[in-house]
């Protein structure tokens, strides 16, 4: 099994991150192969795959190159989609487990479908609607368009082009998966259901959060 995050311990202890390494020991006393693949905040002067373990798991950290790579407009990294992809090819797991694509690159899940390794996705925030990842406005307010009109919240980085909404991220990092796994109530609890290959587009706060649409 490969779990892909953002960050993971000891650089993070986030809820993502010990719900993760809570899985992966789940996972490995029940006999499964684990590795971790991690984004990290730390960027270097040059793009590096660092390797290293937690709890005995292999964990591999993508230090990007590039700066503002937490930006919307930089979550696609062909650089990263090449080595995944070649890792991939290599390892050949049973599944890839995709739990959040910040700092790495959005497309995560079109790799897999295009290598032919079942991939599953766990929203464990609202990243996916949301380049805040709260859908919460500037004024502490609850975001009545989740997804739809974002360009007077996103206006707060000098590389900001006009925003386009959270749709065609949404289709990148989700439409190929075969499962995709919503938190309702907190880690572990979860709705499952099939994720259709043409793909999801948003709804409004409230209700599944996403919807099936056509591509």
């Not at 719900?19 to 490995?28: E, P, T």
């Not at 080595?83 to 991939?88: G, I, P, Q, S, T």
């Not at 899940?109 to 599953?120: D, K, L, M, N």
């Not at 307010?141 to 909404?165: F, I, M, Q, S, V």
Request: glycine content about 10%; some cysteine; hydrophobic content about 35%.
């Amino acid at each position: 099994v490969v779990h892909l995050i953002h960050q993971y311990p000891p650089e993070s202890h986030g809820g993502s991150e010990f719900y993760l390494r809570d899985l992966v020991a789940r996972q490995r006393t029940n006999g499964r192969t684990v590795e971790v693949i991690s984004g990290t905040k730390h960027w270097r002067q040059a793009f590096e795959w660092a390797t290293d373990e937690v709890d005995g798991v292999p964990v591999h950290r993508i230090h990007r190159e590039d700066g503002w790579f937490e930006h919307y407009s930089k979550m696609w990294h062909p650089r990263i989609e090449a080595e995944f992809a070649a890792f991939l090819r290599k390892r050949r797991p049973a599944i890839v487990h995709v739990h959040h694509w910040l700092r790495l690159t959005c497309n995560l899940v079109e790799v897999c479908q295009r290598e032919g390794i079942p991939a599953v996705v766990t929203l464990h925030d609202y990243h996916a609607l949301c380049d805040r990842g709260t859908l919460l406005r500037a004024d502490g307010e609850l975001c009545p368009r989740a997804g739809t009109d974002c360009a007077d919240c996103l206006a707060r980085h000098p590389l900001d082009p006009p925003a386009e909404g959270a749709e065609r991220t949404l289709r990148l990092a989700l439409g190929q998966g075969d499962r995709l796994v919503r938190e309702t109530k907190g880690p572990g609890v979860g709705a499952i259901r099939p994720c259709p290959s043409r793909g999801f587009i948003p709804t409004r706060a409230g209700g599944d959060g996403v919807r099936r649409g056509p591509r």
